[in-house]
């Protein structure tokens, strides 16, 4: 008889393009997150979450560089043929929300939300298929002061979660403007222009040079390779690069060049009168140029967006993984969309709003201050004998209703220092020890386990002596004991 197959076992690993995230990184996210969402609730926004299935119809096609729906999303098909999708944004399921919703809603409708969204796009560095984004927007505002808005919130949202006053740069421009100006070298088509955006957003790695040889004929990169350019003649790429260059000194500046390149475009002056207004509102509301600027190079790629768009850059140095410095850059950006809606509707709804790359935030921070939550484990309560695991508990529910973080032994309670060893991988502050002699006395041991490991590193005898790391205490005094050694070390 043929012997059974040895039986094969999955390999536990992480899907390609997925990660896992432990307990100090989901602290330190939602600690972020309830940040930025009280800023958002300060400025009157209201909370929406969706779900993270959508109909693939109602996703629409704004991936980019796809030609379909269901290119760049995971999608599958139901029994009843309808295609169904993770979503991708949050913005997406906005617009069906506010069509969905739009004679319950108010109008202008202020939502903020957050969660993880799904690409199905080829993994790489740094770049992974499910990450979490943090967005507001205002839909049925016309007026540039809701974009305005959304800027002042971003920059108070950046300083609530710990980037200072200087460190960052909120940067807006229109892209009304930059329609204007590719009207004016007849620039007609679509693809075309899409491959002029394409480009413009490489100018903070090729710089002028490298933009007029892309908007031409093609540029060699720094691996020798050839890089085909859009095919403009050196007429037509001139205003486009006078466009990109136009920022000056101040925003009154800014704008001069800007009329100077647009001329008598309609399209482009609507543009530039767009982005006066906005910079009146920011400086009304105190946002001044040190905080949000004018910028003509900050284009966004996406290809609805129909106005003002802005970016939310860190501007302190880092260092890159070759130990060179360079800037942290973007971490946030949006802009106004005012026909997404317009698929469920068939009317043009104005729509803006700003979405967050919250991983990438994150990283900022940690950068930047290094992690923003050391996070204390909770305090491990030991058992020295199976026979009395009630009194234990009883110990455990005394340190939760004082509202403190704390956990019985739930392991094998013959090798103690195994309980001790189970507290040192929770990062435990605390262990609470009561044997049978302590408990007939009405005591309790305290054990000191983050003083403990400094002293095991360095300490003399007379200094174990002088600062013991166990030691104790009445048991009615256990809990005032514990509250106090917490609030030190949180000190």
Known sequence: MAKDKKQSRPKAETPKGFRDYFDQEVSERNEMLQQVARVYHHHGFDALETSAVENVDALGKFLPDVDRPNDGVFAWQEDDNSWLALRYDLTAPLARVYAQYRNELPNPYRRYAMGPVWRNEKPGPGRFRQFYQCDADTIGASNVSADAEVCAMLADALEEVGIPFGDYMVRINNRKILNG?????GLENQAERLAVLRVIDKFDKVGVQGVEELLGSGRLDASGA????????????????????????TNEKTLLNLRDVVGNS??????????????????????????????????????YYTGPVFEAELTFEIYDKKGRKRQFGSV???GRYDDLVKRFTGQTI???????????????????????I????????????????????????ELRSAGIRAEMYFGNPKNFGNQLKYADKRRSPLAIIEGSE??????????????????????????WKERPSQFTVPRNEMVSTVQEMLKALKK
């Open 181 to 185: 100006v590719l009207e004016m070298i």
């Open 226 to 249: 050839y890089i085909d350019g859009v095919g403009l003649s050196k007429d037509q790429a001139a205003p486009v690069v006078a466009f990109l260059t136009a920022k000056g000194d």
């Open 266 to 303: 309609s399209t482009g002056l609507e543009g530039i009168s767009e982005l006066d207004m906005m910079a009146e509102f920011l400086t009304v509301g105190d946002y001044t140029s040190k905080r949000v600027q004018l910028d003509p190079s900050v284009v966004r790629g996406l290809e």
């Open 332 to 334: 946030a950006g949006g």
């Open 350 to 372: 104005p729509a803006t709003g700003v979405s967050i790359g919250v991983d990438r935030l994150m990283a900022a921070l940690r950068d930047k201050a290094g992690s923003r």
């Open 374 to 397: 050391d996070t204390i484990g909770p305090v491990v309560v030991t058992v020295m004998d199976r026979e009395r695991l009630n009194d234990y508990i009883r110990i455990v529910s």
């Open 438 to 463: 302590e408990r007939d006395k009405g005591l309790i041991q305290i054990k000191d386990l983050i003083l403990g490991t400094q002293l095991a590193k360095s300490a003399t005898l007379e200094e």
